[in-house]
């Protein structure tokens, strides 16, 4: 039984809650990260948020951080676009924390993320390090312009791996490769990841080769993030504003356990 999503509550789960831009930092070509003169304390690592521009629309992001609010955005269609030209004092609505929140337990666990799938990775990764545990990361990308994040981990004292398809930095080929060579040498006790679809379906299957859980927060247009629009039905039916996104792989699923991580 797939455990459901928690329930969002505080300031921003009735209706949508304005909140400035207290800084904004150029991630690369085209990310930036936004932090907020504010926090969205309920979250948890890999739950998500509904961002609304008046005039523009509401989409569904990641966060980055819940104190303060933090969101990493690239800017791939018309609002992420719009809210690329906001500058610190303009001010995003929201509402939230909805979805299903990384969960379990690994004394060794490996993160890994694909391209800006990376970017709830360093909350988590210092949540994980607050309950002793002794996470590493992997991150992938096309070419090194792609790579970003890096000096959050290293300021954490977390060990970073960066892969590269081109070559041009890190280790040439797919982020899954060292992954791999971590669950075979027993570095690594479990898998928890954020990225495009066919590298998680590589992760899970990394997993049962290696026998090892898996957590996987599968990437969808979360139209509504109550379950009435049916426009995030994953592949096996399921709505992944409900019933995710972070899902458990098929190795030795972890339940999910309230208050996450």
Known sequence: MIQPSLPPTGLFAARPHPLPIA???????????FIFDGEMAQAQPGQFAMAWLPGTGEKPFSLADNAPLTLTVAAVGPFT?????????DRVWFRGPYGRPFAGRGARPVLVGGGYGAAPLAWLARTQRTLGMLPQVVLGGRTSADIFGTPRFEALGVPVIVTTEDGSRGEQGLATAPV???????EG????AVGPHGMLHALDALSQQHGVPAQLSWEAFMGCAIGLCGMCEHEDGSLLCLEGPVRDGRSRPVPAMEGGL
Do not use: V
């Open 81 to 89: 676009h719009s809210l690329h030209r906001l500058r610190p004092g």
């Open 189 to 192: 006790d479990s898998i928890y």
């Open 23 to 33: 800084e904004i930092i150029h991630e690369n070509y085209r990310i930036k990260t």
């Open 180 to 186: 791999a060579r971590l669950l075979a040498g027993g």
